[in-house]
């Protein structure tokens, strides 16, 4: 790498906007952590229900009540750190850790407004954003630049990649689920539907590159605020997703604004007792050119020569961002239509493409030595939570059904049994089809990774 583009990437520039940053998303986490208490997650998720499921890579095996307790307890200590930027990194450390695992607990509670707040946990791990509105004790008030622009790379890469998602046939040719959205809420009419579709996609695709150029960023922030507004409006199931990603305006704010902003309030009553006209002229006299020469270039290189953890730092925010560039592209690999399959349908930034709707969902245990069939009440072991999303998922269908052949082998004394699913869903508008065959006995398919495809049926 050149050292101009060195230089750039490690210029300090003032901590103010990022350390803002900090503090907001300490307080939303803070909201986030009430929100699963209001939910009852520990008493209902963990504590009610007989089955939790569980992602494949990522599993995280569900300890006793008072563990779980104990990481809320950890999540919410370390997210007042946060906010007051003390031991930042221990912190943000300890939160991403807890947050995480809480999150992983329950495969049916995924959204992606959790999962961008594991990334954004993580990034904090390896900022200074402690350097400025911090209980810190020494404090230089800047940051690489880097620190800020991985943020704002996250933020970037949901909208940007929730774009690539809608690339798809439904989304722009059958327009769904854009109608059914609409119609939801007693909408109607091409304008609206139209403005959705192809508005949504414009500003997904846009909005990166408008919000990191000068001349375009009043503009995309006004598009930001409408956009999250309205996504706010349409969706009921979205929490705080759209008022974090508002908030998080404030990375692209030039952080020598946000710095000004902060000093001219700490230094009121000095001002107060200068005149106007000797005010102005002191504003008048600082320069941006001096204040960019404020650290000279090459004492700013040399800062980072002499420090190991930073260019560790460095190197891990690349190697983060190619897992996040890969991750939304997975699904390519792998045959069939990745929301009707569900392979790499998560973590990859797909974000409300698509609706389904249940007509038909029962299991049934078939004893094959007896000839009887012993229908499977699931609310006997989940939550209409859990239901709804394990319809929409087949490997959650078939890992439901794993659980089931085992209890109903130890419970009926036979192990000559089969589970079968009759699941009929209609997917964006489509006449409703049997998502897997009748005649499919799910104890005899093998969980694997991206291999839904395999066994489920094609969706036209």
């Known amino acids: 790498m050149s050292e101009s583009k060195l230089f750039f990437l490690h210029k300090p520039i003032p901590a103010h906007s990022l350390a ?10 803070l909201l986030e952590l009430l929100h699963f208490s209001n939910v009852g997650f520990v008493e209902n998720y963990i504590g009610h229900v007989s089955f939790n499921f569980k992602y494949d890579i990522l599993y995280a095996p569900t300890p006793p009540i008072i563990v779980i307790r104990g990481l809320f307890l950890v999540a919410f200590l370390s997210a007042i750190l946060i ?10 450390l300890a939160f991403f850790l807890s947050f995480s695992y809480i999150f992983l607990l329950e495969k049916s509670i995924y959204n992606n407004h959790l999962y961008l707040f594991c990334l954004l946990a993580f990034l904090l791990i390896t900022s200074n954003a402690d350097q400025a509105l911090s209980l810190r004790k020494e404090k230089t008030g800047t940051v690489f630049r880097w620190n800020l622009l991985a943020f704002q790379l996250m933020v970037i890469a949901v909208y940007f990649f929730g774009g690539i998602a809608k690339l798809n046939p439904d989304w722009i040719v059958l ?40 001349k375009t960023r009043k503009m995309a922030f006004l598009a930001v605020v409408f956009f999250n507004i309205s996504n706010a409006w349409i969706f009921d199931d979205i929490n705080i997703f759209p008022y974090i990603m508002l908030f998080s305006l404030v990375l692209f704010v030039e952080p020598e604004r ?15 007792k200068v005149g106007p006209k000797k005010r102005k002229e002191k504003k008048k006299g600082k320069s941006k050119k001096a204040i960019s020469k404020a ?21 891990v925010i690349c190697l983060f961002f190619i897992i996040q560039l890969i991750m939304p592209f997975r699904h390519f690999f792998i045959p069939g239509n990745v929301d009707w399959t569900g392979d790499a349908q998560r973590f990859s930034w797909r974000m409300k493409i698509y609706t389904k709707k249940i007509q038909e969902f029962k299991f049934a245990a078939f004893d094959l030595d007896k000839k009887i069939i012993h229908p499977i009440e699931m609310k006997a072991y989940l939550l209409a939570d859990q239901i709804n999303q394990m319809a929409t998922d087949p490997s959650m ?8 052949g085992e209890y109903s082998k130890e419970k009926l004394k036979n192990e000559n049994l089969e589970i079968k699913v009759k699941l009929k869903l209609g997917m964006n508008g489509r006449e409703p089809i049997y998502l897997v065959s009748d005649t499919t006995d799910l104890l005899g398919i093998e969980k694997r990774l991206f291999k839904n495809h395999e066994w489920v049926v094609p969706l036209n």
């Open 20 to 29: 803002l940053f900090r503090i907001g998303f300490g307080i939303f986490m």
């Open 83 to 92: 906010i007051l930027g003390k031991w930042l990194k221990w912190a943000s």
């Open 175 to 214: 327009q769904e689920p854009a109608n059914t959205l609409l119609k939801s809420k007693g909408i109607t009419g091409d304008f609206f539907v139209l403005l959705i579709i192809y508005g949504g996609l414009f500003f997904d695709l846009t909005i990166g590159a408008l919000l990191l150029i000068k």
């Open 258 to 272: 946000i710095k000004s902003f902060f000093e001219a309030r700490k230094s009121i009553p000095k001002e107060a």
């Open 295 to 315: 650290i000279p270039k090459e004492a700013a290189i040399l800062q980072l020569q002499q420090t190991p953890s930073s260019r560790i730092a460095f190197k």
């Open 397 to 404: 269908v078939l890992q439901f059904a794993h659980y089931l």
